[in-house]
């Protein structure tokens, strides 16, 4: 089956823009994931959906937020674009309707240049 | 805060052997951790999992060992392959936290 897709893969903005992301979770998986990746910070959570609720959120600021749609697609949004936004940006799937954690898949990213 | 940590930046081993990559981790309220393949230009690929009720799990010419006692994860992996170059990441949660935290990621390089 299909894995995670995101779109697009590559982005480049100028600061104070905003931008949109794009994920489509892997098919019968409710719960996504968005992390930021860096080489200075790695990999770093930003927020996670589930049945287009957020449950949980990383310490970034207010100018990142994400939604979930009813058929579990999910965008994240950054707001007034800073150079130090300039990342990898991941989404990744799993279940999420278990107790447990499961296995979260990630898609190939979105690369993303502030300049 | 608390975070997994990773032993080296970069290992580097002949094709044919076998690696070990190592991982600790601080967190004595994580209970389920992952590895990840990292390629160049790729998202991170799963590799395998462990809960914290097992010491140790094994995949496809891979096994993850886990020590909660020094909190401490390793992935062994068996024959490495120059496919097998790539950034590893441990990354571990807690109870119904739906988020991981992942370490800084070591080099895996394998020389012909």
């Known amino acids: 089956k299909a894995g995670v897709t995101q779109t697009p893969r590559y982005l480049i903005k100028t600061r104070g823009q905003q931008v949109t992301l794009s994920c489509s979770p892997i098919s019968g998986h409710r719960s996504v994931s968005w992390y930021q990746q860096t080489p200075g910070q790695g990999l770093q959570f930003l927020f996670e959906?589930?049945?287009?609720?957020?449950?949980n959120k990383g310490n970034f600021p207010g100018r990142f937020s994400g939604r979930q749609f009813s058929n579990s697609r999910s965008e994240m949004n950054v707001s007034t674009l800073e150079l130090g936004d300039s990342a990898l940006y991941l989404c990744?799937?799993?279940?999420?309707?278990?107790?447990?954690?499961?296995?979260?898949?990630f898609g190939q990213g979105t690369r993303l240049t502030v300049v | 805060g608390e975070s997994v940590g990773l032993h080296l930046p970069t290992l580097s081993v002949q094709e044919g052997d076998n690696s070990i990559i190592n991982c600790a981790y601080s967190?004595?309220?994580?209970?389920?951790f992952i590895w990840y393949k990292q390629e160049s230009g790729k998202g991170p690929q799963f590799i395998i999992d462990?809960?914290?009720?097992?010491d140790k799990r094994q995949g496809q010419r891979v096994t993850v060992l886990l020590n909660k006692t020094v909190k401490h994860l390793s992935l062994q992996i068996a024959a490495t392959q120059p496919g097998d170059s790539a950034v590893y990441f441990c990354?571990?949660?807690?109870?119904?936290?739906?988020?991981?935290?992942f370490g800084s990621g070591t080099q895996l390089t394998v020389l012909p």
């Open positions: 990354a571990d949660s807690s109870g119904s936290a739906r988020q991981l935290t």
């Open positions: 967190n004595s309220a994580s209970d389920y």
């Open positions: 990744a799937s799993s279940l999420g309707d278990r107790l447990q954690n499961t296995e979260a898949f």
């Open positions: 959906y589930f049945s287009e609720t957020q449950r």
């Open positions: 462990i809960r914290s009720n097992m």
